[in-house]
């Protein structure tokens, strides 16, 4: 637990960009909501590592939202339901599944499609809504923070120092 | 862009890639092996063990080996067991989840082989004795258990005649009875009648008056008839009324006596009659009829034909669920819930359209106990419709041991699935046959020792009714019987005859449901053993005939004697009463001189 909010306490009080730790959120939230072993997280896994974003917030990000998938499956199920049985772009899906990487991707997949579906669309939008917060948390909770009596006991604490010799040695690479 | 790019991340990303494939490539085999046997022991109800697995990436493939199916019903049983399968996927269309398989073969199949430990799962174990329990209540067999039949010898030993005569009722000592107590009662009313009746001592009275009235006007010397004389006198009319009356009295006793005479007359007939009924009756219930030979071979044959039929059948049904698509038509794309999971697949219209499943040619080597068996089959998949081929199969097997050869061909064609249609043709030449019994009853045991023949089995199947047609003739035959200590001389017949019998035929014709289906079997067996009795059931019955007449005449001879001896007592009675009708005629007659 300690260690955890050590992470979340680094990564927000370090200096990587918002716009890393965003998008690292966004990508674990694709990995996270659409099933594991589906061919586009392969991207999505291949772009968490080659672009530069947080990859802590990416692994945390990826429990939490894998925790959430559970829960929210029935919802990505009667989307995805949807969107493949509609009407209007039966012949589209037609034409899709003659093709290779649609099966292979098991895009016709309720949950799939859903849950891929939903995570692009709220890409961008999470995308932004963390940035946001983290520059709002840095402009005026930080301060405050670090003025409480517990976070200045942890970091009095060897914990603490150890913590800070990891950082900067990450700083320094 | 350096501020965004990690060189690193590449290596990373390449290094957990290697170790998926290389996963993958170690544990495949292992995953693969693990998910078909998890699968198919589903599917078969008892478990599928497989022995090794090998896949091949380039090209895609699949080598199995040892293939164990149990058979659900026998637990320590395989119902197939497989040496080797080979196979190669198409790459392409298995990337999009079909697997196409072009050319398979199949190596070393066996039927019915000992497993070293039970394959039954430990559900189905109590499902199928509680299974076998419930079929033997009610008789019913199910997945190819048989009722066992039991061979019952047509009556062929006569019964001893005491013993017939001990359980028969002889009607005619009935008869005789009855008549003889009629014969009785109504011969005391007729001397009854008789006594009242004028007799010789009336007619003597009255020929007593004549003589008086004659005396009495002799003295006149007028020859004047006496009946003026009489009339004149009064005495005459008297007489001749009292004559009269007594006339009409006795005629009226004998018309009587001539109805009842009549009736008793038709009864004594039928008395004479009645010993002869009932000889023909007793005789025809217990005398050897050739009917109960006429069907014989389906006593040898029924049941193990029917045996045949019933685990056919049951393999049948086991099968036919993966080889047709049972899913709905449905317009539109069509969704199917995976085996697993949440979510279900949407099925989009496919240009071409393709089966999930299909083996388009299989070469097989069966081994049978007298050789081995190879074959071709095509167009084996879970989606017919889609394909629009039939399955077909065509086995071939030559110089078995004790078969020349077999030749199977048929199709399954579920292209339809609501109106199924399928055939299969066997031709089976020189197939010899050794100690096949054929009878297991203690007084009549009949084995097959040799025969060496041809099979031709023809088996249609339209919807969910069958018709079957079975023809056989085998040479150089052997019969081997055995009898009990005392056989009787009918069953001697048969039993030598049955040795003498080198060659012979039969047909079985079968049709139905599944369900429900009747057999019949037809073979000249029938007409042989049938005509070899024939003159000794004749002689027998004769002989039952002889004995059983003498016997009933013994026993009716003294009563139906008796009755006769009363009759004549009774026609007495009609001779007295015409005598007596006679006389009174007479009289008038002596009157009107």
Redesign the interface.
Same mark, same amino acid.
Request: proline share 7%; no cysteine; hydrophobic share 40%.
């Given at each position: 637990m300690i260690e955890f909010i050590v992470k979340i306490l680094k990564v927000l009080n370090s200096e990587t960009e918002p716009g890393q730790i965003s998008l690292g959120l966004c990508f674990s939230m694709i990995l996270g909501l659409t099933p594991l072993f589906s061919i586009h997280n392969i991207l999505v896994l291949f772009l968490a590592l080659v672009l530069r974003v947080n990859l802590s917030m990416f692994l945390l990000g990826f429990v939490v939202f894998s925790g959430l998938a559970y829960l929210l499956d029935p919802l990505f199920h009667r989307l995805g339901f949807w969107i493949l049985t509609t009407g209007f772009l039966e012949s589209f899906w037609t034409g899709m599944y003659q093709t290779t990487l649609f099966r292979l991707g098991n895009l016709n997949h309720t949950i799939t499609m859903g849950s891929l579906l939903f995570s692009l669309a709220l890409f961008m939008p999470f995308f932004l809504v963390v940035n946001y917060l983290i520059r709002q948390y840095r402009e005026h909770i930080l301060a405050w923070v670090l003025k409480l009596k517990l976070v200045q006991s942890l970091r009095a604490s060897r914990l603490y120092e150890i913590f800070q010799s990891v950082t900067a040695h990450g700083r320094h690479t | 862009m350096k501020?965004? @790019? #990690?060189w690193q +991340?590449?290596i $990373? @990303?390449a290094g $957990?890639?290697a170790l998926v494939i290389l996963f993958w490539v170690v544990f495949l085999d292992l995953i693969l092996e693990k998910t078909i046997e998890t699968y198919a022991t589903e599917a078969n109800g008892a478990r599928v063990d497989i022995g090794n697995l090998d896949v091949s990436l380039f090209p895609a493939g699949m080598k199995i080996e040892d293939i164990q199916i149990t058979d659900p019903d026998s637990p320590m049983k395989n119902a197939l067991q497989v040496g080797g399968a080979r196979f190669l996927v198409n790459t #392409?269309l298995l990337? #999009? /989840?079909k697997v196409i398989i072009d050319q398979m073969s199949i190596e070393q199949i066996q039927l019915n082989t000992p497993r070293k430990k039970s394959g039954a799962l430990k559900k189905r174990e109590k499902k199928s004795r509680s299974a076998e329990t419930s079929n033997r209540r009610d008789g019913s067999p199910a997945h190819g258990t048989a009722k066992k039949e039991t061979f019952n010898v047509p009556a062929l030993n006569t019964p001893d005649i005491k013993s017939i005569l001990a359980k028969e009722s002889i009607q005619s000592l009935a008869l005789a009875k009855s008549l003889q107590s009629d014969l009785e009662t109504e011969k005391g009313n007729w001397e009854k009648i008789l006594k009242d009746l004028p007799d010789k001592k009336k007619i003597k009275a009255y020929k007593a008056r004549i003589k008086k009235i004659k005396k009495k006007y002799k003295k006149k010397k007028k020859k004047k008839s006496l009946t003026a004389l009489l009339y004149a006198t009064g005495e005459y009319s008297d007489l001749k009324k009292d004559i009269e009356d007594d006339l009409e009295r006795i005629e009226a006793a004998a018309k009587k006596y001539k109805k009842q005479k009549k009736e008793f007359k038709k009864r004594v007939k039928q008395l004479a009659e009645a010993p002869g009924k009932d000889i023909r009756r007793i005789k025809a219930k217990y005398s050897i009829t050739p009917k109960g030979l006429s069907n014989i071979s389906s006593l040898f044959i029924g049941p193990r034909v029917d045996q045949w039929f019933q685990k056919a059948i049951a393999w049948y049904q086991r099968v036919e669920p993966y080889l047709k698509n049972t899913r709905k038509q449905e317009k +539109? &794309?069509e969704?199917k819930k &995976?085996l697993r999971g =949440?979510? /279900?697949?949407? =099925? @989009? #219209?496919?240009?071409p359209p393709m089966p999930d499943f299909l083996i388009r040619r299989a070469s097989i080597s069966m081994g049978i106990e007298s050789g081995s068996i190879t074959g071709i089959l095509e167009n084996i998949t879970t989606a017919p419709e889609i394909l629009g081929k039939p399955t077909t199969f065509q086995l071939a097997g030559d110089k078995l041991k004790g078969i020349k050869s077999v030749h199977v061909n048929g199709e399954i064609d579920f292209i339809d699935p609501a109106q199924p249609k399928h055939r299969i043709d066997v031709a089976v030449r020189k197939y010899s046959l050794e100690n096949v019994s054929l009878s297991d009853d203690r007084d009549f045991r009949v084995a097959l020792q040799q025969a060496s023949g041809d099979i031709d089995l023809n088996l249609n199947l339209n919807r969910e009714r069958f018709s079957a047609r079975l023809g056989s003739r085998f040479g150089s035959a052997r019969f081997k019987t055995d009898t009990s200590k005392k056989p009787g001389r009918v069953i001697s017949a048969l039993a030598t005859t049955l040795k003498n019998i080198r060659k012979f035929s039969f047909q079985v014709t079968a049709g139905g449901t599944l369900d429900k289906y009747s057999i019949r079997i037809k073979s000249d067996l029938d007409r042989i053993l049938k005509s070899a009795v024939k003159n000794l059931i004749r002689q027998e019955t004769a002989r039952l005939e002889k004995k059983l007449s003498a016997s009933i005449q013994k026993r009716v001879d003294g009563p139906v004697g008796q009755v006769m001896q009363g009759y004549k007592g009774y026609e007495w009675i009609g001779t007295e009463l015409t005598r007596r009708l006679d006389l009174e005629n007479k009289l008038l007659e002596e009157l009107d001189l």
């Open positions: - | 501020k965004w @790019f #990690r +991340g590449l $990373i @990303f $957990i890639m #392409r990337l #999009r /989840s +539109g &794309p969704t &995976p =949440k979510g /279900s697949l949407v =099925k @989009f #219209r496919e240009n």
